[in-house]
């Protein structure tokens, strides 16, 4: 009769041992989740100490942008040369001035007389045989133009009827028996020289060149052109 008490005595042990090892597995397994949730948050809290860093890197940047700023005064060192600019370079185009030119060979000797107010006046300023010449042709025009009128124009004798008909000139070297319309006047010894195509001239380089014959007969033609076609300075 002991066999069967030790049979159930055997049967709630073994009852009792499964019970223990739920209770401890459980035990356990409750104790598991709590070391997994720990192990879980320890890693959060050194996360933000990595950010310390990356913060301080462009700190270090600043001081570069200073370095351009000391250069900023060598761009003053050209400003001393603007005093090289007083130099007295303006004195160079003086000596340029053509001034001083002599007056050309076919200029008229009578250029101080041209102040003269008078035809009188004109042939005293001449010296040599340029004054007599002068003085020949000029009352040689008034004889065969007796209403016509003389003055001083252009620096020189002219004589009017209906506008201006001839002139008398004296140049360095001859004298010039002008006329406004000597273009159109007949000229059988060829003496006039044309400076266009209206005017003429006659160029006397003595007393022996004096046609007094021939010069009146262009005087008179001259004058009588003004009367029938008008002044010659105001073309149609």
Not at 68 to 73: D, G, N, S
Not at 75 to 89: D, G, L
């Amino acid at each position: 009769m002991a066999a069967p008490a030790k049979k159930t005595a055997a049967k709630k042990t073994a009852a009792k041992a499964p019970a223990a090892k739920k209770t401890a597995a459980k035990a356990t397994a409750a104790k598991a989740p709590a070391a997994k949730k720990v192990a879980a948050k320890a890693p959060a809290a050194k996360a933000p100490a990595a950010k310390v860093p990356a913060a301080k890197a462009p700190a270090a940047k600043v001081p570069a942008a200073k370095a351009p700023a000391a250069k900023a005064p060598v761009a003053k060192a050209p400003a001393a040369k603007a005093p090289a600019a007083k130099m007295p370079a303006a004195k160079a185009p003086a000596a340029k001035m053509p001034a001083a030119k002599a007056p050309a060979a076919n200029a008229p000797a009578a250029k101080a007389p041209a102040a003269t107010q008078t035809i009188a006046g004109y042939i005293a300023s001449l010296s040599d045989w340029r004054r007599d010449v002068v003085a020949q042709l000029c009352a040689l025009v008034e004889k065969a133009a007796p209403q016509a009128s003389g003055s001083i124009k252009w620096a020189q004798p002219v004589y009017e009827d209906h506008g201006p008909f001839c002139y008398v000139r004296a140049f360095k070297s001859h004298v010039n028996l002008g006329f406004w319309r000597g273009a159109d006047l007949t000229d059988p010894k060829h003496r006039l020289q044309s400076g266009g195509q209206r005017m003429a001239h006659i160029k006397v380089t003595g007393p022996k060149d004096v046609d007094a014959a021939g010069f009146t007969k262009l005087v008179k033609t001259a004058v009588q052109l003004n009367r029938t076609l008008g002044n010659p300075t105001k073309r149609a």
